[in-house]
Structures are given as structure tokens and as C-alpha cells.
């Protein structure tokens, strides 16, 4: 199946910060880009959906100031998380979607701890 | 309203014990149904997708059939490293996926 590799697996970070996660397509375009929060023993929450070269349609109630999300190319979605403060800790996952059979393949996922 | 259900929220079985898992769904224009294995701490593992009513697939232990209302997700014979929860996802039109809560599994020794 594909791949879709997911960095870093875990950050530790002071209230304040920003934190840059990385979601990139190993041996696939990804026409379409996902990115999703779970809280412990919940499922998926989407954030927010990406598609190359143009601006990520977020979901109701997610802060678009907050969680800036960029797809610069077709294997590459990046997702940060500005001023971060511990109310941001969580698992955050993305998921790319192939173009030509539309399937949906998720990375690691990143576990955010902000102190 | 588009929505996914899945059932029970957790199952417990003896190694060897056969079940099903459960999802439920009212999505308008059905593209695809998917389902997701996901450990502790890690993204979700595709094992299916299944795209009309009557299909069935099957990967090791793990069999999954769909109607027009809803998916199965039968596991045969499980073992311990069968444990997990498993993820159920529709996709409906304009790219839209819904997401199941999730069956976490526990199977014993």
C-alpha cells in the first residue's frame, strides 16, 4: 500500500512556541491532503483539507490563525501550530488521498505536548 | 445528517472466539467505505475499502462485507495480536470522509 510518512512522531514544547509538523506522500501524488486531531479513546476529528497550491478549507471551529497548514506540492503538507499552549496538546494525524483510486492512507501521527 | 456508527465500542474475546464488528452508516452518495486497524499511539493501518453493496474482501483473519446500510467487519479465529481498534470511514461526495468512534478489541490468550 502506500506510504505516507508523518514527522516528528512526538514534540515537547513550551507554552508559546510554534511547532511545525510534516505529512508527506513517499511513492504517490496526493491530489487531496487531510489533517486530523484525536483525543485519547475518541476517533478522528477533522481539522482541516488541503489540496495543493491552493488555501485549506477548515473545518467549523478550528482557528485557521491558529493551525496554519500548507501544501506546497503534491507530496508535501505541513501543519503548524502557532503560539501553542497546553490546550493544543494532543495526537495529531494526517492522511493523503491517491488521485487515481481515491484511497486514503494516514501517517504515524505526531503527539503534541505542550508545557 | 451524514453519519457513522459503529458497534459495540469494545468487544472482548477469547483467543479463537469469531465475531463482527459493526458499522453503521447514512451518508448520502456513497464513494467508499473504509476500514482501519489503529494501535496506541500510531496512525491509522488501511486493511479495506469496499465501494458497493455485495462486495466482500478478506485479508488473513479479517473478512468485511457491505449492504446499503451498513458493513461488517468479521474476524475469524482471532489472536492476541489481533487487539486494536478498528476504524470505520465513509467517504462521501466532494471528498468528504466520516468517521466511526472506533470497536476497540481485546482478545486474550
Known amino acids: 500500500g502506500a506510504v505516507v510518512s508523518q514527522h516528528p512522531s512526538r514534540v515537547i514544547c513550551k507554552s508559546g512556541t510554534s511547532v511545525k509538523i510534516e505529512c508527506r506522500s513517499l511513492?504517490?501524488?496526493?491530489?487531496?491532503m487531510f489533517w486530523y486531531r484525536q483525543f485519547p479513546k475518541q476517533s478522528l476529528m477533522l481539522m482541516a483539507t488541503s489540496n495543493e497550491g491552493s488555501k485549506a478549507t477548515y473545518e467549523q471551529g478550528v482557528e485557521k490563525d491558529k493551525f496554519l497548514i500548507n501544501h506546497a506540492s503534491l507530496t508535501l503538507s505541513t501543519l503548524t501550530v502557532t503560539s501553542a499552549h497546553p490546550e493544543d496538546s494532543s495526537f495529531y494525524i494526517c492522511?493523503?488521498?491517491?488521485?487515481?483510486?481515491?484511497?486514503?492512507?494516514f501517517g504515524s501521527g505526531t503527539q503534541l505536548s505542550v508545557l | 445528517e451524514d453519519q457513522v456508527t459503529q458497534s459495540p465500542e469494545a468487544l472482548r474475546l477469547q483467543e479463537g472466539e469469531s465475531s463482527s464488528l459493526n458499522c453503521s452508516y447514512t451518508v448520502s452518495g456513497l464513494r467508499g467505505l473504509f476500514w482501519y486497524r489503529q494501535d496506541p499511539g500510531k496512525g491509522p493501518e488501511f486493511l479495506f475499502t469496499l465501494y458497493s453493496a455485495g462486495e466482500e474482501k478478506e485479508k488473513e483473519r479479517l473478512k468485511a462485507t457491505l449492504t446499503k446500510k451498513e458493513s461488517f467487519l468479521h474476524i475469524t479465529a482471532p489472536k492476541p495480536e489481533d487487539s486494536a481498534t478498528y476504524l470505520c470511514?465513509?467517504?462521501?461526495?466532494?471528498?468528504?470522509?466520516?468517521f466511526g468512534s472506533g470497536t476497540k478489541l481485546n482478545v486474550k490468550p
Open positions: 511513492d504517490f501524488q496526493a491530489t487531496t
Open positions: 470511514a465513509v467517504q462521501a461526495a466532494f471528498n468528504k470522509f466520516y
Open positions: 492522511s493523503a488521498m491517491t488521485g487515481t483510486n481515491e484511497k486514503l492512507f
